[in-house]
């Protein structure tokens, strides 16, 4: 996650650069219906496929369009980058299966998509305030089945 979130970073830093020279040129900002469609589009699929490679370069090219254009155009669309939209879809996935499931709190991390659980277990208490295993204990489902093998 660390590369990623370095290459998103650059392309940002490379888009306000260039963001500062175009408004000067009279450039249009506000991106088209199209590229809107574009990027609802890879929001629905980051939902929907949460576990699969959401990485930048991955969303770019199936919507299409250059990794630095679509990180663009995202940022413009949402007021994120397409790295946050994608890790919080994984929390919230991770947070329905710890309210549904008995399922194992690292079967439920890799199933959303997050390798690294440690990260997983920050990120959820960062944006849920408190570790999965206590969101559970208070939302999770009150049958007490026995938990699956990893």
Do not use: K, W
């Not at 020279?21 to 219906?33: C, E, N």
């Not at 369009?65 to 994120?80: A, E, K, M, Y």
């Not at 990260?119 to 999770?140: I, K, L, T, V």
Request: charged residues 25%.
């Amino acid at each position: 996650g660390e590369a990623e979130a370095l290459h998103e970073a650059a392309l940002a830093a490379l888009g306000i650069a260039l963001g500062a020279s175009s408004s000067r040129t009279g450039a249009p900002s506000r991106p088209s219906p199209r590229q809107e469609r574009q990027v609802a589009r890879m929001m629905r699929y980051v939902d929907d496929n949460v576990a699969e490679d959401c990485s930048l370069d991955a969303l770019a090219r199936l919507a299409g369009v250059s990794s630095f254009h679509f990180l663009r155009l995202f940022r413009i669309l949402t007021g994120q980058t397409p790295r946050q939209f994608v890790i919080a879809a994984r929390l919230r996935a991770a947070a329905a299966a710890l309210r549904r499931t008995r399922d194992p709190v690292t079967r439920i991390a890799l199933d959303a998509g997050f390798g690294d659980l440690s990260h997983f277990n920050a990120s959820f208490a960062r944006s849920f305030g408190a570790s999965p295993r206590a969101y559970r204990n208070r939302r999770g489902p009150s049958d007490h089945r026995p938990l699956r093998p990893l």
